[in-house]
C-alpha cells in the first residue's frame, strides 16, 4: 500500500508519488535564529524529521533541507538591544538551535543553508522576476507584483479579491498594489546591509526560501513543509516566485502541522506562557518531549499542559519499562525455540499495524497506541515461566526498530540518587543478605515515601521514579 498524505494544495489525502522513484526532495522551513526556539518550533522539528525518518524507514533516499533565517527585522531589533552585530547573534542561536533539536533526537538536514550566505543566488533570482515583469523596483525597494501570478490564492484557499480587500500600504512603502509584497529591502541608516544592483539593502522574508530551495532542490521538489501559520502568507509567496520563475510546479505536496497551545491558551509573550524549549528540556525528559508531541496527529492542535507532559511520561515509561524488563529476563532466558514461530507471526502483525498507522498520514498518535500493544504482549510473554532467548531478542529488536523511526531512545535517562537514598537502598541490599525481611520492607516503604519504587528481580533490585 501506498503512503497517503494530506496535501494541503489539494485539502485531501493523495497517495505518495515522488518525482523520482526512490528519492524524496523535502524542503522545511527553518526558524529565525534571533532567540532560543520555543515549543511552538519544536513541534515542525520533530514532526517533520519523523516524517523523514518514516520515509527513509519505508526504502526511500530523502534530500532534506532546513534553512535559517538569519538576517532580518527581529535579528536587527535583537543586535540593537544586546549592543552586537548580527552575525554575532545568530551563530549563537544557530548554535543553540542544533543542541535543542539534537536533545529532541531530531536528525540534522542534509543541509542547512543561511540566508546571508545565499545573497548571490536571491538577487539573481529577484533580477530574473524584474526581467519576466513580475517584479518591480521602487526606490531602492523591489516588489512582487501580486496580481501578475494568476493562480495566486490556490493554497490558502483565497480569492485574490478577497485578499485585496484587507491589504493595506504601510507609511513608507512604495507599492504600486497593496497586494504586492517586498522581495528587497534598502537598508536603513546603521543597518546590516548588501550590495546588489539596487543599492544596499537585504532580502524579504519570502523569496530566501524560494532561492535556497531551487539551489539545493531544483525547481520542483515534492514536500514542502512547516507550521499551520506558514501557508499564508509565507507559503503562497513562495509558490508565487518560484512558480513564476521557473514555470513549473513548485512543490507537489504541501505539508503543514497544528498550532500548540498552553493550557488551552494561544502561547504568546504577552501572556506570560510563551516557553523555550531550552528551558523546558532541563526539567523533563527530552526524550518525553518529543514522545508528547508525536502523541497527536501531526495535522491537529496540539495543547501543553503539566497534565498531559505528565501523561506522556507515564506512557513513554510503560514502553522503557517493558523494553527493560525483556533485557533483564535475557540474562536468564533458555534457548528454548518452540515457541518462536507463533511470537515470531504475532510481532510481525503488530510491525504491519504500525505501518498501515504510519502510512496513514503519518498518524504517530496511532503509531503510539500499536507500540503500547508490542508492550502489552511483550509482559504477557514474560509471564511465562520459561522464556525464549529467541524470543526475546525479535521483542527487542522490533521495539528499537519501531522507536528509532520515531526517533526515540529506550534508555532510561540517567539519574543520580542523593547520598541519602544511595545509603538506605545498600541498607536495604544488606538487610535482605542478612534475611532482616522486616527492615528491608520497612526501608522500601520508606524509599517508596520518597517517591522511589523498588523492584527486586533475579539480577538484583531496580528502581525508578514513581
Same mark, same amino acid.
Given at each position: 500500500?501506498? /503512503?497517503?498524505?494530506?496535501?494541503?494544495?489539494?485539502?485531501?489525502?493523495?497517495?505518495?508519488?515522488?518525482?523520482?522513484?526512490?528519492?524524496?526532495?523535502?524542503?522545511?522551513?527553518?526558524?529565525?535564529?534571533?532567540?532560543?526556539?520555543?515549543?511552538?518550533?519544536?513541534?515542525?522539528? /520533530? !514532526?517533520?524529521?519523523?516524517?523523514?525518518?518514516?520515509?527513509?524507514?519505508?526504502?526511500? *533516499?530523502?534530500?532534506? /533541507?532546513?534553512?535559517?533565517?538569519?538576517?532580518?527585522?527581529?535579528?536587527? &531589533?535583537?543586535?540593537?538591544?544586546?549592543?552586537?552585530?548580527?552575525?554575532? $547573534?545568530? *551563530?549563537?542561536?544557530?548554535?543553540?538551535?542544533?543542541?535543542?533539536?539534537?536533545?529532541?533526537?531530531?536528525?540534522?538536514?542534509?543541509?542547512?543553508?543561511?540566508?546571508?550566505?545565499?545573497? @548571490?543566488?536571491?538577487?539573481?533570482?529577484?533580477?530574473? #522576476?524584474? +526581467?519576466?515583469?513580475?517584479?518591480?523596483?521602487?526606490?531602492?525597494?523591489?516588489?512582487?507584483?501580486?496580481?501578475?501570478?494568476?493562480?495566486?490564492?490556490?493554497?490558502?484557499?483565497?480569492?485574490?479579491?478577497? #485578499?485585496?480587500?484587507?491589504?493595506?500600504?504601510? !507609511?513608507?512603502?512604495?507599492?504600486?498594489?497593496?497586494?504586492?509584497?517586498? #522581495?528587497?529591502?534598502?537598508?536603513?541608516?546603521?543597518?546590516?546591509?548588501?550590495?546588489?544592483?539596487?543599492?544596499?539593502?537585504?532580502?524579504?522574508?519570502?523569496?530566501?526560501?524560494?532561492?535556497?530551495?531551487?539551489?539545493?532542490?531544483? *525547481?520542483? $521538489?515534492?514536500?514542502?513543509?512547516?507550521?499551520?501559520?506558514?501557508?499564508?502568507?509565507?507559503?503562497?509567496?513562495?509558490?508565487?516566485?518560484?512558480?513564476?520563475?521557473?514555470?513549473?510546479?513548485?512543490?507537489?505536496?504541501?505539508?503543514?502541522?497544528?498550532?500548540?497551545?498552553?493550557?488551552?491558551?494561544?502561547?504568546?509573550?504577552?501572556?506570560? %506562557?510563551?516557553?523555550?524549549?531550552?528551558?523546558?528540556? +532541563?526539567?523533563?525528559?527530552?526524550?518525553?518531549? &518529543?514522545?508528547?508531541?508525536?502523541? !497527536?496527529?501531526?495535522?491537529?492542535?496540539? %495543547?501543553?499542559?503539566?497534565?498531559?507532559?505528565?501523561?506522556?511520561?507515564?506512557?513513554?515509561?510503560?514502553?522503557?519499562?517493558?523494553?527493560?524488563?525483556?533485557?533483564?529476563?535475557?540474562?536468564?532466558?533458555? %534457548?528454548?525455540?518452540?515457541?518462536?514461530?507463533?511470537?515470531?507471526?504475532?510481532?510481525?502483525?503488530?510491525?504491519?499495524?504500525?505501518?498501515?498507522?504510519?502510512?496513514?498520514?503519518?498518524?504517530?498518535?496511532?503509531?503510539?497506541?500499536?507500540?503500547?500493544?508490542?508492550?502489552?504482549?511483550?509482559?504477557?510473554?514474560?509471564?511465562?515461566?520459561?522464556?525464549?532467548?529467541?524470543?526475546?531478542?525479535?521483542?527487542?529488536?522490533?521495539?528499537?526498530?519501531?522507536?528509532?523511526?520515531?526517533?526515540?531512545?529506550?534508555?532510561?535517562?540517567?539519574?543520580?540518587?542523593?547520598?541519602?537514598?544511595?545509603?538506605?537502598?545498600?541498607?536495604?541490599?544488606?538487610?535482605?543478605? %542478612?534475611?532482616?525481611?522486616?527492615?528491608? @520492607?520497612?526501608?522500601? @516503604?520508606? #524509599?517508596?515515601?520518597?517517591?522511589? /519504587?523498588?523492584?527486586?528481580?533475579?539480577?538484583?533490585? &531496580?528502581?525508578?521514579?514513581?
Amino acid at each position: 500500500m501506498a /503512503i497517503q498524505l494530506y496535501n494541503t494544495l489539494t485539502r485531501s489525502k493523495e497517495p505518495f508519488k515522488p518525482l523520482e522513484e526512490g528519492k524524496v526532495k523535502m524542503y522545511v522551513c527553518g526558524p529565525t535564529v534571533y532567540n532560543y526556539i520555543h515549543i511552538g518550533n519544536a513541534r515542525p522539528a /520533530i !514532526v517533520f524529521d519523523t516524517v523523514r525518518r518514516y520515509l527513509e524507514y519505508r526504502g526511500y *533516499d530523502v534530500q532534506f /533541507i532546513s534553512n535559517f533565517t538569519d538576517v532580518d527585522d527581529k535579528l536587527i &531589533r535583537a543586535a540593537n538591544e544586546l549592543g552586537e552585530d548580527v552575525p554575532t $547573534i545568530a *551563530d549563537r542561536f544557530i548554535k543553540a538551535y542544533y543542541e535543542d533539536v539534537s536533545a529532541l533526537g531530531c536528525k540534522q538536514a542534509d543541509h542547512h543553508p543561511r540566508v546571508t550566505e545565499s545573497m @548571490d543566488i536571491i538577487v539573481e533570482f529577484i533580477e530574473k #522576476l524584474i +526581467e519576466k515583469g513580475y517584479a518591480y523596483e521602487a526606490g531602492g525597494d523591489v516588489y512582487y507584483k501580486t496580481r501578475s501570478f494568476k493562480g495566486y490564492g490556490k493554497l490558502s484557499h483565497q480569492s485574490i479579491d478577497d #485578499l485585496r480587500s484587507g491589504a493595506r500600504i504601510e !507609511v513608507g512603502e512604495k507599492k504600486q498594489d497593496p497586494l504586492d509584497f517586498v #522581495l528587497w529591502k534598502a537598508a536603513k541608516e546603521g543597518e546590516i546591509f548588501w550590495e546588489s544592483p539596487w543599492g544596499k539593502g537585504r532580502p524579504g522574508w519570502h523569496i530566501e526560501c524560494s532561492a535556497m530551495a531551487k539551489k539545493y532542490l531544483g *525547481d520542483t $521538489i515534492d514536500i514542502h513543509a512547516g507550521g499551520q501559520d506558514l501557508t499564508f502568507p509565507h507559503h503562497e509567496n513562495e509558490i508565487a516566485q518560484s512558480e513564476a520563475l521557473n514555470e513549473k510546479t513548485f512543490a507537489t505536496y504541501w505539508m503543514h502541522n497544528g498550532y500548540i497551545n498552553i493550557d488551552n491558551e494561544k502561547m504568546s509573550k504577552s501572556l506570560g %506562557n510563551f516557553i523555550l524549549v531550552h528551558d523546558i528540556i +532541563e526539567k523533563i525528559n527530552p526524550q518525553v518531549l &518529543r514522545f508528547f508531541m508525536l502523541s !497527536v496527529q501531526y495535522r491537529h492542535p496540539i %495543547n501543553f499542559s503539566q497534565e498531559l507532559v505528565d501523561s506522556a511520561q507515564n506512557g513513554y515509561e510503560r514502553l522503557v519499562t517493558a523494553y527493560e524488563n525483556l533485557k533483564h529476563r535475557s540474562q536468564s532466558s533458555t %534457548n528454548l525455540t518452540q515457541d518462536t514461530e507463533v511470537w515470531g507471526k504475532r510481532l510481525q502483525e503488530i510491525r504491519e499495524s504500525f505501518i498501515k498507522e504510519m502510512d496513514d498520514d503519518f498518524n504517530t498518535a496511532n503509531a503510539v497506541t500499536v507500540l503500547f500493544e508490542l508492550a502489552k504482549q511483550a509482559n504477557i510473554y514474560l509471564m511465562e515461566s520459561n522464556t525464549s532467548e529467541e524470543v526475546i531478542a525479535l521483542f527487542t529488536s522490533l521495539f528499537e526498530e519501531l522507536m528509532d523511526v520515531l526517533g526515540m531512545t529506550l534508555e532510561r535517562q540517567i539519574e543520580f540518587l542523593d547520598e541519602e537514598i544511595e545509603s538506605l537502598m545498600q541498607k536495604r541490599i544488606e538487610a535482605r543478605k %542478612n534475611r532482616d525481611f522486616a527492615l528491608a @520492607d520497612q526501608i522500601r @516503604d520508606q #524509599l517508596k515515601d520518597m517517591n522511589i /519504587i523498588i523492584e527486586d528481580t533475579p539480577q538484583g533490585p &531496580r528502581w525508578k521514579r514513581g
